[in-house]
């Protein structure tokens, strides 16, 4: 695995916030506001995998209610992953990141070690300011919370793994 220490591209020839959106299967939209001055190579790596259209179709594979949605999984099941870690922009990793695990906030999930996060991403449902400092989080939701609200009303498994599989038809950078 290729460990990413600089952004793969410019974090901001995408403008100085770019938006992303996801679009669900059901039509519904939701938009994220992207901070590139506070996580630069997080931000380039996923603008990188938006642009390639490796999120379109995936699913959103956990979800913990009143906490976090989480999917950028190729796999589907929490264990995939790209062929690059990208380096964990956060406070116990050496680097100051201002933006807080707020509810809306999207932050890069990772496995045990700080530079492991890879694809999958989460967003919050609520504040949980015990988590700053400890991932790198990168943007905000503008609009299309009270999608996310519904959809952490689904019914999961064990694992959060929702029984019926909810899916990211389209996941695209705006252009306005």
């Known amino acids: 695995m290729k460990l990413l ?6 974090p901001f020839a ?5 938006v992303v959106v996801i679009r669900m299967l059901n039509q519904r939209e939701i938009r994220i506001r992207l901070e590139p001055a506070a996580a630069p190579i997080t931000v380039a790596y996923f603008l ?3 642009e390639s259209g490796f999120y379109d179709g995936l699913k959103l594979h956990r979800i913990v209610a009143n906490f976090i949605v989480q999917g ?3 796999l589907g099941t929490g264990d995939g992953e790209t062929d690059c870690y990208v380096k964990g922009e956060f406070a116990a990793n050496g ?3 201002p933006v807080s695990h707020t509810r809306g906030a999207i932050a ?4 045990d070690g700080y530079d492991t996060a890879s694809c999958q991403f989460f ?3 609520r504040d949980v300011p015990s988590m700053d400092g400890q991932y790198a989080a990168f943007g905000h939701v503008v609009e299309g919370m009270d999608a996310l609200d519904q959809i952490a009303l689904v019914a999961t498994d064990a694992a959060s793994a929702p029984f019926v599989p909810i899916f ?9």
């Open 95 to 97: 680097i100051d990141n």
């Open 123 to 125: 967003i919050m449902l």
């Open 5 to 10: 220490e600089e952004p793969p591209c410019d």
């Open 14 to 18: 995408w403008g100085q916030a770019p």
């Open 48 to 50: 990188t995998l938006v």
């Open 108 to 111: 890069m999930a990772r496995q």
């Open 168 to 176: 990211m038809q389209r996941v695209y950078i705006e252009q306005l």
């Open 72 to 74: 950028g999984d190729p």
